[in-house]
């Protein structure tokens, strides 16, 4: 049935929920929403130039309607469609969705390895032994990320010290946790090494006065990486620090 829009009976249960577009071609999920009330229809109107708008002109430029599905309704708050949002989302990525962001609560609840669960609300507190650097990755983190996304969002770029530049390892930490380690082999230049993920690093202008680097390693020797990894680090955090480089042991 072609609906354009919800019948007034239907609104009341509804509430808030999640919607996806589907491509009749193929079946492959395109798209996913949350909202309420009409919400979902609201696409189907959209000219713009955007990847969701250019895909369903297509759709229909081939005969066909995209499929829209409610994948769960009757929610009773916009938080927890939010949640549901982020981890479909999450799950299909923006790769092959025409979302252009994650969903908003994908930072904090989005997919997450048994590791990551448990070490978000139960991660034991740990003693340093090792010459580390903690490094925290608030800004661009998130649960779910890809190997290479933590690698390049933790080596840099940073305001290092030359004289205080040997520890032997670096611990992305966020949330007070450390999510990896790596062994540094090297300090180097910012800019002066090849990022896979984030080719805007070497495109970032440094001012004269402005000393910043970026190391290169690997992530650690199973040992290590057993010993500190989804271990929290809160007390080596000073409250009001703000610095994003911390040394232990150096």
Not at 18 to 24: F, I, L, M, N
Request: glycine share 8%.
């Amino acid at each position: 049935m072609g609906f354009k829009h919800f019948p007034p009976h239907t609104h009341q249960h509804l509430k808030f929920y999640v919607y996806t577009y589907r491509d009749p071609r193929d079946g492959s999920l395109f798209y996913v929403g949350k909202g309420k009330g009409n919400r979902a229809f609201s696409h189907l109107s959209d000219v713009s130039e955007r990847r969701k708008a250019i895909r369903i002109k297509d759709i229909r430029q081939a005969g066909h309607e995209p499929i829209v599905e409610i994948l769960i309704h009757g929610l009773d708050d916009e938080e927890a469609a939010f949640q549901v949002e982020a981890a479909v989302i999450d799950i299909f990525g923006t790769d092959v969705l025409t979302n252009d962001v994650r969903g908003r609560s994908t930072r904090d609840y989005g997919v997450m390895s048994l590791g990551q669960i448990v070490s978000k609300y139960d991660a034991p507190a740990v003693t340093i032994t090792d010459p580390v650097c903690l490094i925290r990755v608030s800004r661009n983190f998130r649960y779910g990320m890809s190997e290479q996304d933590l690698y390049d969002n933790t080596r840099g770029i940073w305001r290092v010290a030359p004289a205080r530049r040997n520890p032997q390892y670096a611990f992305a930490v966020y949330n007070k946790v450390i999510q990896e380690v790596y062994r540094i082999a090297g300090w180097f230049p910012a800019g002066s090494t090849f990022y896979a993920n984030r080719p805007d690093m070497a495109d970032r202008l440094l001012g004269p006065d402005v000393e910043r680097y970026e190391f290169v390693g690997s992530i650690a020797e199973e040992s290590i990486r057993t010993r500190y990894r989804f271990k929290n680090v809160g007390n080596y955090l000073a409250r009001n620090s703000q610095s994003p480089v911390l040394y232990v042991n150096c």
